[in-house]
């Protein structure tokens, strides 16, 4: 009798376990949509200016994320390279300082170059010099490192958009705390270049917006195990009726 119990009571656990992971999902799946639209909402909207120290301590990755920004000011003659993956290719994110004309500081990905190119001396066109206006998306900053690999600033090696780091190995004082992925280049012309050999370097404009959206299998997955072991509870419960009711006892 005892084990009988006990196999239900694991059994009971192990339907409410699976429904509540089920409904986890769901929930997880309508919080992926609601972003994706919020998102896609962004994209399509025009750009709006960059946020100022005023707005840095409300950013919110999951309300301002992937939000059509605009930047005025002068570029650093400085930059960071940080290892990236992209359609041209393995290379690296060139990461420059902006100075707005409120003083701010706001690091700009100016985009991909080859390990050819990483030498400014060999893109074939120096940074904008004066003011510019940048479009782009706006990120916030990704400290700790990559996967499975911590940033080196001492070293030299960056695998992720640390701007706090990035701005303590500079030098520089409080920075935003937000870069922005430039889409154009400084006058606000287009610029996704995707030639197998870019005309410019670096090239802007490769951001990739994809989430992924597999809730719904997940869920699946989960309430089809609620099911199984909901029949397999019904399914033992007839098999201890029949016993019973073979030896006599019933009740």
């Known amino acids: 009798m005892g084990w009988l119990v006990l196999w239900t009571v ?8 699976f429904a509540a992971l089920g409904s986890w999902q769901v929930h997880r799946m309508h919080w992926k949509h609601a972003l994706i ?16 120290p005023d707005a840095w301590p409300g950013l919110r990755a999951d309300q301002d994320e992937y939000r ?12 960071i390279l940080v290892q990236a993956n992209t359609r041209l290719g393995a290379g690296f994110w060139v990461m420059t300082p902006l100075r ?16 050819a190119h990483r030498d400014p001396g060999r893109r074939g066109a120096a940074a904008p010099a004066g003011r510019v206006r940048i479009e782009g998306l706006l990120r ?29 190995s500079m030098g520089l004082p409080a920075v935003a705390p937000y870069f922005v992925d430039q889409s154009t280049d400084g006058e606000g012309a287009a610029a996704g270049v995707a030639t197998a050999e870019p005309l410019r370097w670096p090239v802007p404009g ?12 997940y869920a699946l997955t989960w309430y089809a195990l609620a099911a199984m072991t909901a029949a397999a509870m019904v399914y033992g419960a007839r098999l201890e009726w029949r016993r019973r009711r073979a030896a006599g006892n019933p009740s």
């Open 10 to 17: 694991l059994l009971a656990a192990a339907l409410g376990g």
């Open 37 to 52: 639209d919020r998102v896609d909402g962004f994209l399509r909207a025009p750009p709006v200016p960059a946020p100022g």
């Open 68 to 79: 059509r920004v605009e930047l005025r000011g002068v570029l650093l003659d400085r930059e």
């Open 100 to 115: 707005r004309e409120d003083g701010s500081l706001v690091f700009v990905n100016r985009g991909f170059v080859d390990a």
């Open 140 to 168: 916030l900053s990704q400290p700790g490192g990559g996967f499975l690999r911590n940033n080196a600033p001492a070293e030299g090696r960056w695998y992720s958009r640390d701007v706090s780091a990035m701005a303590r």
């Open 206 to 217: 490769l951001t990739v917006v994809h989430f992924r959206d597999e809730h719904l299998s």
